[in-house]
T-cell receptor, first 114, second 112 residues
Framework: DAGVIQSPRHEVTEMGQEVTLRCKPI?????LFWYRQTMMRGLELLIY????????DSGMPEDRFSAKMPNASFSTLKIQPSEPRDSAVYFC????????????FGEGSRLTVL | GENVEQHPSTLSVQEGDSAVIKCTYS??????FPWYKQELGKRPQLIID?????GEKKDQRIAVTLNKTAKHFSLHITETQPEDSAVYFC???????????FGRGTSLIVHP
């Protein structure tokens, strides 16, 4: 398996633009997580899905952020409109099941909002 | 909810020395404690984990210890090498939960 695949790896955009980050999980992994990483706040959990259903989105900072998982092989995180404070690395991670331990992270999407 | 504190935030050692990173957790129901290593510009990757029915686990130069009574766990790296330089994250997860709570990370610098 190629692991968790994220795109784009780097995105530079201007304030107010819409940003869509994409994630392809490892096949068979039932849980998918979106994290945001910054120097100031470390690794923050934004939202997680179990069997394609959003379970906990309490970490989503505000209504500008939305996430979907239309099927078991694809998820998106959308920011509209983007702001400079959204600049961060966004990681997608997957877990095989509640009885397993390891989170498998993608390579991350580095977002810069000017 | 769970709260994980990690110390120190930065650790600088000479090659060959040992390094110890400590974490405390608040939720007594936590029973799974992984450690992740994140090299510069890369993704976090699991390096070792421990479950609450075990007090210590070793894998070559790294070891993790767990004190359930005191609710703290530590990562020990012996004979450090420059390639050990990275940010290390501890985490804690309660039984039946999917979500680990991460510490803020420790930046380990190993000087040749």
């Amino acid at each position: 398996d190629a692991g968790v695949i994220q795109s784009p790896r780097h995105e530079v955009t201007e304030m107010g633009q819409e940003v869509t980050l994409r994630c392809k999980p490892i096949s068979g992994h039932n849980s998918l997580f979106w994290y945001r990483q910054t120097m100031m706040r470390g690794l923050e959990l934004l939202i997680y899905f179990n069997n394609n259903v959003p379970i906990d989105d309490s970490g989503m900072p505000e209504d500008r952020f939305s996430a979907k998982m239309p099927n078991a092989s694809f998820s998106t995180l959308k920011i509209q409109p983007s702001e400079p404070r959204d600049s961060a690395v966004y990681f997608c991670a997957t877990l095989a099941g509640v009885n397993t331990g390891e989170l498998f992270f993608g390579e991350g999407s580095r977002l810069t909002v000017l | 909810g769970e709260n994980v504190e990690q110390h120190p935030s930065t650790l600088s050692v000479q090659e060959g020395d040992s390094a110890v990173i400590k974490c405390t957790y608040s939720d007594s129901a936590s029973n799974y404690f992984p450690w992740y290593k994140q090299e510069l510009g890369k993704r976090p990757q699991l390096i070792i984990d421990i479950r609450s029915n075990v007090g210590e686990k070793k894998d070559q130069r790294i070891a993790v210890t767990l004190n359930k009574t005191a609710k703290h766990f530590s990562l020990h790296i012996t004979e450090t090498q420059p390639e050990d330089s990275a940010v290390y994250f501890c985490a804690a997860r309660r039984g039946g939960s999917y979500i680990p709570t991460f510490g803020r990370g420790t930046s380990l610098i190993v000087h040749p």
